[in-house]
């Protein structure tokens, strides 16, 4: 059984810093990309970063030159640190895997883990 864990959200004044962390338990194939979503009231979840498991990276235009993700793959784990955090980047942060996974009708695909979500507020 696969299950996501973040830790790391809260409150924050505008300009501030969080790094949130997400770790992984039970087994996937190694090739997969980890990523960060969010979803603000009232609004789609939407991409806020991705990295793959050969370390490329992508980012939502909203958070390129503040956000950086990265990934330890010994600890199984995706973190996200947000720095120069802004009021619009309030949200529920998600941690996504997408991987692949054995196909009922053979071969694979694509399959997308979540957790929980963790609260980011950035507000004085």
């Known amino acids: 059984q696969v299950q996501l864990v973040e830790s790391g959200g809260g409150l924050v004044q505008p300009g501030g810093s969080l790094r949130l962390s997400c770790a992984r338990s039970g087994s996937i194939l190694s090739l997969n990309t980890m990523g960060w979503y969010r979803q603000a009231p009232g609004k789609q979840r939407e991409l806020v970063a991705a990295?793959?498991?050969?370390?490329?990276?992508n980012y939502a235009d909203s958070v390129k030159g503040r956000f950086t993700i990265s990934r330890d793959n010994a600890k199984n784990t995706v973190y996200l640190q947000m720095n120069s955090l802004k009021p619009e980047d309030t949200a529920v942060y998600y941690c996504?895997?997408?991987?692949?996974?054995?196909?009922?009708?053979?071969?694979?695909?694509?399959?997308?883990?979540w957790g929980q979500g963790t609260q980011v507020t950035v507000s004085s």
């Open positions: 996504n895997i997408n991987a692949l996974r054995p196909a009922s009708t053979g071969g694979f695909l694509r399959y997308d883990y």
């Open positions: 990295i793959t498991s050969a370390g490329n990276t």
